[in-house]
């Protein structure tokens, strides 16, 4: 009976010191992953998500298979789901938006402002390529989708509308030819999702510089 006893007292506490070791293996694991990957990673990737499959394929674990690191690296950064999806948005409207416009927004010549705008714009169409855009107008309902796309739009169509202001049209006139120039944009991105024979990415910026470029503007 005490060997028995004293059996069941010594091995006991080897299960516990396992434990404790496991633990603190999957603690460094995790502190060495939320290292490595910052919060902007995990929102950068779920933006990739977004574009091939809209909000759904946003989901934990397969982005961590992604990046190759645990769902610990996620929680070290995010509460949950949603707070990557708001997170991950506020990337696309600050990179896409008026943050991400600011370098163009800055050129004082407004015929070249727009000639490179247009040509920054267009050559990053590319065919079959998944756009998040695109993919955000089929959650569009979804109300942080709703305002992150329209922030992205008035900031696109506000500069737009000032260039060709300054490039001699009247208001009116301006914002008329903003948003037809913005949709032709768009059109192009959609066309470029099923069509892997589009035309080369530098010859339709060179068309639609000179379509949109009013004349006698450079």
């Not at 600050?94 to 402002?113: K, M, N």
């Not at 000032?162 to 120039?181: I, K």
């Not at 099923?194 to 035309?199: A, F, I, K, L, N």
């Amino acid at each position: 009976m005490r060997s028995l006893v004293r059996h069941r007292i010594n091995t006991v506490p080897y299960p516990r010191f396992a434990s404790s070791s496991i633990r603190r293996r999957i603690l460094w694991r995790v502190v060495s992953e939320s290292t490595r990957l910052s919060a902007q990673d995990w929102a950068r990737a779920a933006l990739k998500a977004i574009a091939d499959g809209g909000l759904a394929a946003v989901a934990v674990e397969p982005l961590a298979r992604t990046l190759g690191v645990t769902k610990g690296s996620f929680y070290a950064h995010y509460r949950n789901r949603d707070e990557l999806i708001t997170a991950a948005l506020a990337e696309w409207t600050r990179s896409h938006g008026e943050e991400g416009l600011a370098q163009l927004a800055a050129i004082d010549d407004p015929a070249r402002r727009l000639r490179d705008l247009l040509t920054t714009v267009v050559q990053a169409v590319q065919p079959l390529a998944p756009s998040v855009h695109l993919s955000l107008l089929g959650d569009r309902n979804d109300p942080r989708v709703g305002d992150a796309v329209r922030r992205v739009n008035r900031a696109r169509l506000e500069l737009l509308a000032r260039t060709y202001r300054e490039l001699g049209l009247t208001p009116e006139r301006a914002v008329s030819r903003a948003r037809v120039a913005y949709a032709a944009i768009l059109g192009l991105l959609h066309l470029a999702q099923t069509d892997p024979d589009s035309p080369n990415s530098a010859a339709l910026a060179d068309e639609a510089t000179t379509i949109f470029l009013p004349p006698h503007s450079g």
